[in-house]
């Protein structure tokens, strides 16, 4: 399956000064894992001659399932190389990646990694644990070159017949609706697309994203509202608010702050075209 690179995506922040610091590559899934997974990707680096380099991601409300090497030898307070499950990221990811070394991983889809293998998602949010062939329920071979990585996740994760269960085959075209619809702002307006109750709707997303509604809600528009501060020059940050559902510039600030640690002017001062960086 052709890899296609440095592809641009919500939630990479920074994206101008990315593409020289590490080669990020993804693949599309196989039939039979693309039912629990979006994408597969790998992130390779050699920063012996330039240094450690710092890189910042606004994370979707997914988990990955990552198999990582390299001559850091600890990454996430695990040994390598390693196998791991990260569970959804709360605040914004952050890692600074030295010498030289690789992550190949499996990005799920919101619910994936529970419809796939059980467990409760909300157990993991936050956390990075290490995971071995019981997870699979058979010895994987995972090794530590970029192909056979992606190989093995691929054919370990679709290596199932059983048929999606029907809250996660509910969940999915609802997650992808609240992604896609600009017009969505508030839990109100999911509740009442949603096939649950509302108790019962909060009760899912705990239990198979690991994130409440409004969480999901607010990440995806943050995610835009860098991606437009970074491409857009001279973007208005009023209109940016309103058009994105905050209630006004203020509340749009403070969220954004509290995400990224700068307000929406300091980010644009940093990355945005109007600094003579190309967005990604």
Known sequence: MAAWKNAPERGVVGRAGTGSAFDLQRWTPSADAARFVEHFWSVSWDRHAEGPFEST?????AMHLTREWGDDVVRHDHRLPATLLHGVVPQVFRIAISGRGTVVGARFRPGGFTARFGGDAAAMTGRVVPVDDELFGAPVDLGE????????LDAAIGATTAPLDDTYRQL???IERMSEDGALHRVDQVMALSPWSTRTTQRVFRRYVGVTVKWVLCRYRLQQAA????SVPDVDFADLAVRLGWYDQAHFTNDFRSMLGSTPGEYAERFSRRCGSAGR
């Open 145 to 152: 070159d970029v192909a056979t990585a992606h190989a093995g």
């Open 172 to 174: 999915i075209p609802l």
């Open 57 to 61: 991601v606004i994370t979707f409300p």
């Open 227 to 230: 991606l437009e501060i970074e």
